[in-house]
């Protein structure tokens, strides 16, 4: 009996810990600036960095943590470093979970957008902007930290969604397209001052001539892809963008599924028929191929600078399968030469509350820190990446950066820094999707939809008929987009469906009930138990 009861009462703490779990998952106080005299404890904050396995950008972040932790001596930083933004996005989902978040993150706005469905996980920060002592800029800093004004304006604005700012920019990109020009003027094309889609499309059919050994003409190869693009997600998102046509509105109104997405699949099919045009997730790295000869037109981020091209600092093949070419960075294919427009991407930097505020004021601090000339300048120049403040891209230092291109193969690489102008050249003509709860499954939904045409034609399927009614069907079910289309962002309480409950008040009723559940069963085994003893 006595076993009995103690696994009982272990069953009830269970229940009991499951219901405080789920109170934690559901909220935290908001967050208030401390009016008292801050920073007089000592505190230890975690800090979830990404990075491409390039060391020089891990000894940025640890140079970064070792300065700030002279400046402010009772704060220690721990680094904690990623290779891949999805798996921090998965860690944090787990955390909140636990109520063991990070106090500072490397993240994505629609990444943090599935954040917020913990109430208060995020802090917003445009209070802290505004602080005259530990605000942006502000007195009581201990290192040049930008005002407000000193950042991009364009790139502050993409952390702003649900009527409040829940991130600070780090770096920015857009996607380029790294060209073998050498190849193009081969095939007898030159290349036009804006890239289209029409002349990618042609320029791409004509190099799968092959000789009667079955080489292309224009590699000598057995293998040649013309056209392979990295984040099929911003391919279809851009395409749209620039035809005009839905994706999503600001609400979470989903508008993807429309006529336009098909004729645009139905073209990239007729061009990946015939092996044309492919995908990452198909074929493997973009950089691979261009650098081996085996591509023309290989479309990535501008963050991925150094891996592109003959003289590439960072190449994943041998040496002896470089093909030696010229290599040219343009902004990626336009409909409309009139008006480009490409993506905006890059990291941003984001703040888990604590129950402490002290706490989280010490991670803002540390945040701010990632903004300063020195940080932002060092990081930029590892790839092609531009900093986000006015204040660093105007220095005596960054300009002369820009400068030296192509005076070496390392930090002055061409093809890096070409990529770098690009985006410095094209800020205005750059564009960011809405955020809200469920934007992130929007995005992988989209560049899904390629995938799988891509791959249903390689395989000799037919993708007319009812082909594209049963992909959207397919992919809406996949990602659930049935359960988020047109509930909005769900960032305020005036915005949400009230007919939907969020997730964790699910989640805290379901503990709730088991709880209650539990405490019932106790009671019964006590009645049945004294029935026993009392006959």
């Not at 009991?16 to 109170?23: I, N, P, Q, R, Y």
């Not at 649900?162 to 094309?189: D, F, Q, W």
């Not at 790839?383 to 986000?388: A, D, I, K, L, N």
């Not at 106790?522 to 009392?534: C, D, I, S």
């Amino acid at each position: 009996m006595r076993r009995s009861r103690s696994l009982l009462t272990a069953m009830l703490f269970a229940g009991v810990l499951a219901l405080s779990g789920c109170h934690g998952r559901a909220g935290l106080n908001a967050f208030e600036i401390p009016q008292e005299a801050a920073l007089t404890g000592q505190y230890e904050i975690t800090f979830w960095a990404k990075n491409d396995t390039n060391k020089t950008q891990t000894k940025i972040y640890e140079k970064a943590i070792a300065d700030f932790e002279e400046l402010y001596p009772n704060i220690k930083v721990n680094l904690r470093l990623y290779t891949d933004y999805g798996k921090i996005y998965n860690d944090v989902i787990t955390n909140i979970a636990t109520s063991t978040t990070p106090n500072v993150c490397i993240t994505y706005p629609d990444h943090i957008a599935t954040y917020l469905t913990g109430v208060n996980q995020v802090v917003p920060l445009e209070g802290l902007f505004a602080d005259e002592r530990y605000g942006l800029g502000g007195s009581e800093i201990k290192f040049d930290s930008p005002s407000v004004e000193e950042m991009i304006p364009q790139f502050l604005e993409e952390c702003e969604f649900g009527g409040h700012y829940y991130a600070l920019p780090y770096m920015r990109s857009t996607e380029a397209c790294y060209i073998n020009k050498t190849y193009v003027e081969k095939l007898g094309y030159a290349l036009p001052d804006v890239l289209t889609w029409d002349f990618i499309w042609e320029v791409s059919e004509a190099a799968m001539e092959k000789d009667e050994e079955g080489n292309f003409l224009v590699n000598g190869q057995q293998v040649m892809i013309p056209f392979i693009y990295k984040s099929t997600d911003n391919m279809m998102i851009q395409m749209l963008k620039q035809k005009e046509a839905g994706y999503s509105t600001k609400e979470g109104e989903i508008l993807l599924f429309n006529d336009e997405t098909k004729a645009l699949l139905q073209t990239i099919a007729e061009h990946a028929k015939n092996g044309a045009f492919s995908t990452f997730k198909i074929s493997s790295y973009p950089a691979n191929f261009l650098n081996a000869g085996q591509c023309i037109f290989a479309i990535d981020s501008t963050a991925g600078a150094t891996w592109m091209g003959t003289n590439a600092p960072l190449c994943d093949i041998s040496q002896d399968k470089i093909v030696k070419f010229e290599t040219e960075v343009m902004p990626i294919p336009q409909f409309d030469t009139s008006n480009p427009q490409m993506i905006s991407q890059g990291p941003s930097v984001c703040i888990f509350n604590k129950e402490n505020p002290q706490e989280v004021l010490a991670s803002w601090l540390f945040t701010q820190y990632l903004m300063t000339n020195e940080v932002q300048i060092a990081y930029a120049q590892t790839e092609g990446y531009v900093p986000v403040t006015n204040k660093a891209q105007e220095t005596d230092e960054y300009q002369e950066y820009l400068s030296r291109s192509g005076e070496d193969n390392k930090q002055y690489y061409e093809v890096k820094i070409k990529a770098t102008k690009l985006l410095l050249d094209n800020v205005d003509h750059t564009f960011v999707t809405p955020v809200f709860a469920g934007s992130a499954s929007l995005r992988d939904a989209a560049g899904q939809l390629i995938e799988n045409t891509v791959k249903s034609v390689r395989r000799g399927q037919d993708v007319g008929g009812g082909y594209m009614e049963k992909l959207y069907s397919d992919t809406v079910s996949l990602y659930r987009l049935d359960q988020i289309g047109g509930r909005g962002s769900q960032m305020s309480s005036e915005k949400a469906d009230l007919g939907k409950l969020p997730v964790t008040s699910i989640i805290l009723l379901v503990c709730l009930a088991g709880a209650w559940g539990l405490i019932a069963l106790y009671v019964l085994f006590k009645v049945v138990k004294n029935k026993r003893n009392h006959p």
